[in-house]
């Protein structure tokens, strides 16, 4: 049965090929960036609002297409100034409503039609923090001397220096998740191991409000180094906390005071946690369809819903959207795989990683890829009358597309890692935060020199 659908594919012309899947993901956010406001939707085609992490994550793939000859240097211009200009424009004030943001944060989720906040949804740290490190990456890669890629450098200098990181400590050692007009600061705060690092990096870099060189150290003193799987390394077990900082930034060879007494650094601890969430599906203790060696991959996706369900004669309870993973920390696990977990990862475990992707494409290619890729996840154990052979997600999730596209960008050729480096925001709060070694220490020379 396999073979004839792997066939079936051979013959449409739509067997997996790296840069199809690219170029595929890449239009999820140059295709459905809104016409007017530039924000991408936080899903498709359900359209429901736009995500600011997801706009994040546009602005850095309009690089990688125009490097991968998607568009053209000057259309991918055009279209980062407009978002730039955008989002400067949106009204930032304390407002519960007819507002985008305050104090250089945005919130979580935006209207569609106006770009104002969503509901009641919070003013977000990381969620803006993943915003300013795609605006970041445009102002270090548009460094023409020309008017538009000016303009561009100058509205992402004011974009990043308006957040006011040091508000959102709420007077506290670590960076609160958020906060909301209606009832202030949310208690949880960001502690490691998690997606926060490259948001810390960039509060630590700000010369407008930045937050202490401390936060660092109390970030660290929260981190779990326990073995699973046989594999020990710092826990977090959905996988995109092992990514979303890497999209960005090259932790290869350099290393804070924490790593440095492991004995390794951060890339090495994702390629770690990969390896062991793989080495969990293919373990696959809850016996779920279709796990294996070339199928795997937990993190936080789309489900088929949320409740339990008799599947064989046992009762199994599966989740809607939810943070899926496997670490010695807790397990999350219904039988939901999402591409994004290998797609993701794949400068950790370019061998492991390709060849699920290739798997997932080639043997369920009519059922989970489509116009703009893989669409966000699937679970072959819950089948039902309308999914008699499990179930596929119908919508596409921005921050899910993201990290396929650049992470494979990265992979092929380090292109928005040795951007980054080039931004002397990520460097100073790399610095600050004590980082050194491997491409710090070149950069440093090759300025002395």
């Known amino acids: 049965m396999c073979l004839v659908i792997v066939l079936s594919a051979c013959n449409r012309g739509v067997t997996y090929q790296r840069q199809e899947l690219k170029k595929r993901t890449f239009h999820y956010f140059w295709d459905l960036a809104d016409k007017n406001n530039y924000q991408i939707p936080d899903r498709y085609p359900t359209l429901t609002f736009s995500s600011i992490a997801a706009t994040g994550f546009g602005l850095t793939s309009y690089i990688s297409g125009i490097e991968s000859g998607f568009v053209t240097r000057d259309q991918g211009a055009q279209r980062v100034l407009s978002t730039l200009q955008s989002l400067w424009r949106l009204p930032q004030g304390d407002a519960k409503s007819g507002i985008s943001g305050f104090k250089g944060f945005y919130y ?32 270090s890669y548009f460094d023409k001397d020309n008017a ?23 007077g506290q050692k670590t960076m609160s998740m958020g906060w909301h007009p209606e009832k202030g600061f949310i208690p949880a705060q960001w502690k490691g191991y998690n997606e926060a690092m490259v948001l810390l990096i960039m509060a630590m870099g700000s010369p407008t409000h930045g937050i202490p060189a401390s ?21 977090f077990d959905p996988l995109f906390g092992h990514q979303y900082s890497h999209v960005w930034i090259d932790f290869r060879g350099i290393k804070d005071t924490y790593m440095e007494a492991k004995g390794t650094d951060y890339f090495e601890n994702s390629k770690k946690a990969t390896l ?64 994004t977990a290998a797609g993701g990862s794949i ?40 999914h008699p052979e499990g179930w596929f997600d119908v919508d596409y999730l921005g921050i899910d597309q993201g990290p396929i596209l650049l992470q494979m960008q990265n992979h092929e050729n380090g292109l928005i890692w040795d951007i980054m480096k080039k931004n002397k925001y990520i460097v100073e709060g790399l610095k600050r935060a004590g980082f050194s070694g491997g491409w710090l220490k070149t950069n440093a020379l090759s300025q002395k020199n």
């Open 108 to 139: 979580h989720f935006l209207n569609l039609n106006d770009a104002m906040r969503y509901k009641e949804v919070e003013l977000s740290s990381i969620d803006t923090g993943l915003l300013m490190a795609g605006v970041l990456s445009v102002q």
């Open 148 to 170: 538009i890629e000016k303009q561009i450098r100058d509205l992402a200098d004011q974009l990043y220096l308006r957040v006011d990181w040091n508000w959102m400590m709420n």
């Open 215 to 235: 936060s660092w150290d109390e970030w660290c003193k929260t981190y779990e180094w326990e073995s699973f799987m046989g594999i020990s390394n710092v826990q």
């Open 276 to 339: 062991s969430n793989r080495a969990y599906c293919i373990k696959n203790p809850g016996n779920f369809k279709g796990y294996g060696y070339q199928q795997w991959g937990l993190t936080a996706c789309d489900g088929p819903f949320n409740g339990q369900k008799q599947i064989d004669g046992r009762d199994i309870q599966f989740f809607d959207y939810r943070a899926r993973g496997a670490s010695s920390q807790q397990v999350i696990d219904d039988g939901t795989i999402a591409p």
């Open 347 to 386: 400068p950790f475990a370019p061998e492991e990683c390709e060849a699920a992707l290739k798997n997932m494409w080639n043997q369920h290619y009519d059922q989970l890829v489509g116009q703009y890729g893989f669409k966000d996840a699937f679970n072959l154990t819950y089948r039902d009358p309308k």
